[in-house]
């Protein structure tokens, strides 16, 4: 709505980014949340191979098709290891408890945060 996209936060890491369904297609959100970590100082963005694909959480799916949410889950953490990311970054704290539960098992060493604490990041 203002057309801000530098809020003068500064986070030097090699990040990649996770564009949430809910923000994608509910929402209506779009490349917003990447313009701002464009403008993020000191951060290295990597592009995400399958970005727009599901993490598999999505609520009640990931209670009612547990399999198929788990090889998703799967799919996207390999996806991340692949960009060489510190950080996965997303807006949705469902998506980052998903994937980053999965990235934790296999002791990837990437971390999850979300969008809003990169943007808050100072030092």
Do not use: W
Request: hydrophobic share 40%; net charge neutral; with cysteine.
């Amino acid at each position: 709505m203002l057309g801000v996209t530098d809020v003068g936060a500064y986070f030097p890491h090699r990040v990649t980014y996770h564009p949430t369904c809910h923000s994608l297609r509910m929402l209506g959100v779009g490349d917003r949340p990447r313009q701002l970590l464009e403008q993020v100082r000191g951060i290295t963005l990597v592009d995400l191979p399958g970005a727009e694909e599901c993490c598999g959480f999505g609520g009640t799916f990931a209670v009612k098709n547990a399999d198929t949410s788990i090889a998703m889950g799967t799919d996207k953490a390999r996806h991340v290891r692949d960009t060489g990311a510190e950080v996965l970054v997303a807006g949705d704290n469902s998506c980052l408890m998903h994937i980053g539960g999965t990235l934790s098992r296999q002791r990837s060493g990437v971390r999850t945060m979300h969008l809003a604490e990169i943007l808050a990041a100072t030092a």
